[in-house]
């Protein structure tokens, strides 16, 4: 498990000169998650593209001033830049604030709970980033009947017994193997998370 | 050296669980993947583990 010196370490190394295969890292688990957060808000695919760009090209102009307020979640930090430009994309889109009953309306009238919606949206989404790398970092360090008896119980949510018939192996293999890719996915996923948090 | 709790025969750790959900092995693991793979007990004890590592 990564310690705060670590996490905070490499969220700082997106600023340095020689931090390309950090700053790919970050683009790789934010990207779609930033894409699918801005479309269910209503932007086109293309615009929540181009919207993820700004938001990474945000990033990288103030992660200096986001750490040297020492304290504080990037999480959060990336999710309030994200709203922002979704919100602004929004208005340019659909024309001036409160001209009738629009999606811009309904954004920029928001209640705290509707905030708190698209917050958990953006949680949901990143903690499905988090398990997809997981996913690709763990695959290959099993052998292909355990990912499959995984994949098939966990994921395709076929029965332990249908399973253990179709690879040919005891339902206890078959529970077992389930769970030893899931408990190497959580192990994975935290410390990918790790990575790219600060403390709350 | 793979533990056994000592009053529940033929059962093993937490440790060891842990150990054999990470393929983090410091002796031979084959009497213990046999044990756990037929014993619906430790599989419990191994579902719960990795069911509460969710919460």
């Given amino acids: 498990m990564q310690g705060p010196e670590t996490r905070t370490t490499l969220i ?10 950090v700053w790919r890292e970050f683009v790789t688990i934010y990207q779609p998650l930033v894409i699918r957060v801005s479309m269910a808000k209503g932007l086109q695919h293309a615009d929540a593209e181009d919207l993820a760009q700004e938001v990474f090209s945000i990033v990288k102009r103030s992660i200096t001033s986001f750490r040297s307020r020492g304290s504080g979640s990037f999480r959060a930090w990336l999710f309030r830049i994200t709203r922002n430009l979704v919100v602004n994309q929004l208005t340019r889109c659909k024309g001036p604030v409160g001209s009738g009953d629009s999606h811009v309306q309904q954004w920029l ?20 980033q988090q398990l997809q790398r997981a996913a690709d970092e763990v695959r290959p360090l099993v052998e292909p009947d355990t990912w499959d008896a995984f994949w098939m119980t966990a994921v395709e949510g076929k029965s332990i017994s249908d399973v253990a018939r179709s690879l040919g192996k005891s339902e206890g293999a078959v529970r077992m193997a389930k769970c ?3 408990a190497r996915l959580q192990t994975a996923a935290l410390n990918l998370s790790g990575q790219w948090e600060t403390d709350e | 050296m793979i ?15 842990d150990e054999y959900l990470h393929d983090r092995w410091n002796s031979d693991s084959q009497d213990v993947t046999i044990h756990i793979e037929n014993c619906p007990q430790c599989q419990r004890r191994i579902e719960n583990m990795v069911n509460d590592n969710w919460a």
């Fill in chain 1, 12 to 21: 700082g190394k997106l600023n340095e000169p020689a931090s390309e295969e």
């Fill in chain 1, 109 to 128: 009238s928001q209640q705290p709970e509707r905030d708190n919606e698209t917050a958990s949206l953006f949680d949901l989404e990143l903690h499905r």
């Fill in chain 1, 180 to 182: 030893r890719v899931t």
């Fill in chain 2, 3 to 17: 533990a056994r709790i000592s009053n529940e025969e033929q059962h093993y750790d937490t440790k060891t669980f």
